[in-house]
């Protein structure tokens, strides 16, 4: 029975560690190159300005969880009556915006990363031609890379804030691995399928973010439902109820499956599904075209930011070397 319950707690830092594992390595790629365009220009004196960037940038993101996670605490406090409320509305308001960054970043990204070389050494170059100021300039991009990639994952671990602290625990262990890859890469000079090991993190990246999309749908489900029985006059925003017991929803339309004899979400092998995967053991009509829209979408145009364009144009044109 313990075992089943730490794997109940430990399965929540999956999706951080799988998010910070991918953004991890993005941020140690350009680290990477910046320490290989600053020591080939003969400038490794700057390399403490990179080291500085990466510390502050890692401190930067665990103050910017730390003030969401007391803004959440203070908020659904206020007022004890609303608590029931304000925690699933706070969980949507992040967990939309968690999806919307997610989303962007990796259909965006990944359109991005065969000119990431390009775009780095350019930004390099113009630190260095500041002379004085390069250090400065070199520490400001560094610091931005790191920033960037950590705000996507307190988002998504603030919005699973209700499954306490276990998520930050995926998330450090994710940034310690991609640091390992860093090293392995640009320290000893081992070959590493950096594409592929994108398109998989990718891969699994789209199938948590379409399971935060059900999340949501619940969380919100749950606010409406306890705003319909706590008052009269909002009698009417439930327009669905299969029956009131603990499955049945406000606003999600009938369920279409029930699997919870079958393959619970809270035991081993469905908590790994549902932590990786989006598996739910109760889903709703609503929650279920919201899944599928979500892959037929961004999943769709993921795998067609991936997929090579077979055209003639393309033949005779030089292959970007993998970073």
């Not at 304000?86 to 990204?109: E, Y």
């Not at 400001?140 to 960037?148: E, F, G, N, Q, Y």
């Not at 392995?184 to 000079?189: A, C, N, P, S, V």
């Not at 979408?297 to 144009?313: D, Q």
Request: include cysteine; aromatic fraction near 10%.
């Amino acid at each position: 029975m313990d075992s089943v319950i730490k794997t109940m707690n430990f399965s929540t830092a999956l999706p951080t560690f799988v998010i910070t594992l991918r953004e991890g390595v993005e941020a140690a790629l350009v680290v990477g190159i910046v320490l290989a365009l600053l020591n080939k220009a003969q400038q490794s004196r700057l390399n403490p300005w990179v080291y500085a960037g990466v510390g502050v940038g890692i401190a930067v993101s665990a103050l910017i969880g730390l003030l969401f996670n007391w803004l959440i605490q203070t908020l659904s406090t206020i007022n004890p009556q609303y608590t029931a409320v304000v925690k699933p509305i706070l969980g949507s308001v992040f967990s939309i915006l968690a999806i919307v960054m997610l989303s962007w970043m990796l259909i965006w990204m990944t359109k991005q990363a065969k000119s990431m070389k390009a775009q780095v050494e350019g930004a390099v170059q113009s630190a260095l031609q500041q002379d004085s100021n390069a250090g400065w300039g070199v520490f400001s991009l560094i610091l931005v890379a790191v920033v960037r990639e950590g705000f996507e994952t307190v988002l998504f671990i603030s919005a699973n804030f209700q499954q306490g602290l276990i998520p930050s625990i995926g998330a450090i262990a994710g940034i310690a691995v991609a640091a390992a890859i860093g090293v392995l890469l640009f320290k000893w000079g081992i070959k590493i399928n950096i594409r592929q090991f994108f398109q998989v993190m990718g891969v699994f990246l789209v199938l948590i973010v379409a399971g935060l999309v059900v999340t949501t749908l619940r969380n919100i489900d749950k606010a409406v439902a306890i705003v319909n029985l706590s008052h009269r006059a909002s009698e009417n925003f439930c327009f669905y109820y299969d029956h009131f017991s603990e499955i049945h929803s406000c606003i999600l339309g009938p369920i279409v499956w029930n699997t919870a004899n079958i393959l619970p979400e809270k035991q081993f092998p469905g908590i790994i599904l549902k932590s990786l995967l989006g598996y739910r053991e109760h889903l709703y009509l609503v929650q279920a075209i919201a899944y599928f829209i979500f892959l037929l979408t961004v999943g769709g145009l993921y795998f067609r930011s991936i997929t090579p364009a077979n055209t003639p144009s393309n033949k005779n044109q030089p292959v970007t070397p993998k970073l």
